[in-house]
Structure formats: structure tokens, C-alpha cells
């Protein structure tokens, strides 16, 4: 089993920066993909950035790509959801997600084994 807990998030002004973390419980953070999703109000969860079990691979959303950028240190168990740029359309729950694949690194939202329980990140304009 693994338990997954996002912090970080808060209210920003249009234009600032936000550091998300996620930390996990659990043996098989090393050998688990990670990824970031997130939902507005009224909206799908959409795909946000996801990352490889030992790091050397990255994708992101349309939305994101350039602004986000995510990481993780699997000697903490943790992984990072680094946030420039925000714009009041990023304003949405973000969730920390887990999938225990060796070779795997999904974006969808289906093939994730674990979830957390959400970090509000809101921007004003």
C-alpha cells in the first residue's frame, strides 16, 4: 500500500510561483512512476506532469509545458511539482498520483494505482 500527501499548495497572484510537494509512504516510491493531475471546479481531472521511476524521463501537459516543471528525490520519498508563470486557469486541486511500474510512465489518469488527497492551489488575477 501506498499513502500519498501533497502540500504546497496556497493563493498567488497571476504571474507567481508555487512549489508542490508530494510525499510517500511505502517501499516502492523507487520503483513507482509519479504523476500530477488536477481539477477545476465543474471539470475533468486533467494530466499535469508525470515522471519516470528514476527520474530520467518527463512529460507534461499542453497547458503546462514550459511553465511546470516536476522532479522528484527518491531518497526522501517525495515528489515536486515546480509552478512559474500561474495563471487564474491553473486555479484547481492538485493530486499526486502512483504508478508501480518499473518501465512504465503513464499520463493517463486511469493507470495510476495511488492517489492523494489534493493540494488547492488558487490564482488571482
Known amino acids: 500500500q501506498v499513502q500519498l500527501v501533497e502540500s504546497g499548495g496556497g493563493l498567488v497572484q497571476a504571474g507567481g510561483s508555487l512549489r508542490l510537494s508530494c510525499a510517500a509512504s511505502?517501499?516502492?516510491?523507487?520503483?513507482?512512476?509519479m504523476g500530477w493531475f488536477r481539477q477545476a471546479p465543474g471539470k475533468e481531472r486533467e494530466f499535469v506532469a508525470a515522471?519516470?521511476?528514476?527520474?530520467?524521463?518527463?512529460y507534461y501537459g499542453d497547458s503546462v509545458k514550459g511553465r511546470f516543471t516536476i522532479s522528484r528525490d527518491n531518497a526522501k520519498n517525495t515528489v515536486y511539482l515546480q509552478t512559474n508563470s500561474l495563471k487564474p486557469e491553473d486555479t484547481a486541486v492538485y493530486y499526486c498520483?502512483?504508478?508501480?511500474?518499473?518501465?512504465?510512465?503513464?499520463?493517463?489518469?486511469?493507470?495510476?494505482?495511488?492517489w492523494g488527497q489534493g493540494t488547492q492551489v488558487t490564482v488571482s488575477s
Open positions: 498520483a502512483a504508478k508501480i511500474s518499473y518501465y512504465y510512465t503513464p499520463t493517463d489518469i486511469y493507470e495510476y494505482d495511488y
Open positions: 511505502g517501499r516502492t516510491f523507487s520503483s513507482s512512476a
Open positions: 515522471i519516470s521511476c528514476n527520474g530520467g524521463t518527463t
